[in-house]
């Protein structure tokens, strides 16, 4: 339901598959939609295997994750987002919470598969910052919402418009506070959760 309208940092893409690969949409960004399509079956391989082009197969393969900051934005091979927590380009949600919640925002619909989410065709960053027991630092999800805002400064062809944080716990942090300013300074909502103690 998600694998389609996960963002894909096309400043990342190394330049020498990048040139070869076919924007179907023709909406002037390379996107999961386009990756799926038999125009572009010569230049991603189904690494992991699951029947589909997805941000598995883009870190598996050794095509698309090159070693190199090609957007020299200081996360290497940040193709699908990153993992402030490991410290790693792999945001894979090993708690689930993430993926619930993302699930309500973007899950395709019509699919007659799992969900359908509210927004079926928006593009969603895995942003990761907790470990899979929900544990982790207010200093990681800073630089979480640092790093969207700076996409959405590099961008010419996403709309980088809004971050979800089902998060909680702990006190006021000044270092969230000052990177939701940053955000709101450049147009980015910082949707937050309203817990669950009623």
């Not at 699951?50 to 598995?56: A, L, S, V």
């Not at 593009?123 to 700076?150: C, H, I, Q």
Request: contains cysteine.
């Amino acid at each position: 339901d998600l694998y389609l309208n996960i963002w894909l940092n096309n400043a990342e893409i190394p330049l020498s598959i990048k040139a070869s690969l076919v924007d179907v949409d023709g909406d002037g960004n390379i996107t999961f939609r386009d990756l799926n399509n038999s125009a572009n079956s010569a230049y991603v391989r189904d690494v992991n295997a699951n029947g589909r082009i997805d941000g598995g197969d883009l870190l598996a393969g050794s095509r698309c994750e090159d070693g190199i900051d090609t957007d020299g934005n200081s996360y290497r091979d940040d193709l699908i987002g990153w993992d402030f927590h490991n410290n790693d380009n792999d945001p894979y949600d090993d708690d689930g919470h993430g993926t619930h919640v993302a699930g309500t925002i973007a899950a395709t619909g019509g699919n007659g598969t799992g969900v359908a989410g509210v927004a079926w065709s928006t593009l969603l960053v895995p942003l990761k910052f907790l470990d899979a027991n929900g544990s982790g630092y207010t200093s990681n999800a800073a630089k979480a919402v640092d790093y969207f805002t700076a996409a959405k400064s590099r961008s010419t062809t996403v709309d980088f418009v809004a971050t979800n944080n089902s998060w909680g716990g702990g006190g006021y942090s000044s270092t969230v506070y000052d990177a939701i300013v940053r955000a709101a300074r450049a147009d980015i909502l910082f949707v937050a959760a309203a817990g669950n103690g009623g």
